[in-house]
């Protein structure tokens, strides 16, 4: 009886976490927190995205996508259409679009999601989200970096990195953006003794069990090869 419950217990944590919408560059399925790199010209270009999603369950649901603007270039111009709507750079939140029971719109539907940006000189980074209207924690969340070339620059990594609630007591969450290779999630008390590391690549969010942690000043920040490429200060409490 005791490893039933157990079971049944695991089984409602994945029905919880499980994603019940899934994204598509072209044919290739994206993963949550995925990072899709856009080059531009010194001169400016219009880039364009096309996504495809779908339902990946056998019920009817409703999604939105939010749009979070990490930063931008000074001349940017950012907006996105999706299900036939568009949303200018005013306008951070869609309205509820409906998707039938394992329904797909291709990336080549006219429904389809479009990621639009116009924009020269500083790379900008944008999150894009969609989510289940009726359980917001049911989501995917994809990132677009533009940029002249493709890698992220360690002026950008230090503009992405964030750590909330800080102060922390119990957990913290850390926003990162790192190299795609050699690049982890470090976490040092103020003698520069490690307490917390873990390997990360792109951008993406870590959630830290800070409990075990002596209250005090820490510095957090990305590594790569061996070198701290930019830290800051989280304070536990």
Not at 87 to 100: A, N, V
Request: charged share 20%; net charge negative; with cysteine.
């Amino acid at each position: 009886m005791k490893r039933i419950f157990t079971l049944l217990l695991v089984l409602a944590a994945v029905a919880v976490n499980a994603q019940s919408i899934k994204l598509f560059n072209g044919d290739a399925p994206l993963n949550n927190n995925d990072t899709i790199f856009m080059p531009f010209s010194e001169t400016g270009d219009q880039v364009d995205v096309f996504m495809g999603y779908m339902n990946t369950t056998s019920n009817d649901l409703v999604f939105r996508v939010s749009r979070e603007i990490i930063f931008e270039s000074a001349d940017a111009d950012i907006s996105f259409c999706i299900n036939g709507d568009c949303y200018t750079s005013s306008s951070s939140l869609s309205r509820p679009i409906p998707l039938d029971a394992e329904q797909t719109i291709p990336s080549s539907d006219e429904l389809a999601f479009h990621a639009i940006f116009y924009g020269s000189g500083e790379p900008s980074l944008v999150k894009y989200t969609l989510f289940n209207v009726d359980n917001e924690s049911d989501c995917v969340s994809i990132y677009i970096y533009y940029g002249v070339g493709v890698g992220l620059k360690e002026a950008d990594m230090v503009k992405v990195l964030r750590a909330f609630p800080n102060p922390a007591v119990k957990t913290v969450n850390i926003d990162f953006a790192a190299p795609e290779r050699n690049a982890s999630l470090v976490i040092k008390n103020l003698t520069g003794k490690e307490v917390y590391r873990t390997p990360v690549n792109n951008v993406g969010r870590k959630q830290v069990d800070v409990t075990s942690f002596s209250p005090g000043v820490y510095f957090y920040g990305v590594e790569s090869d061996g070198r701290m490429l930019c830290t800051k200060k989280l304070l536990v409490k």
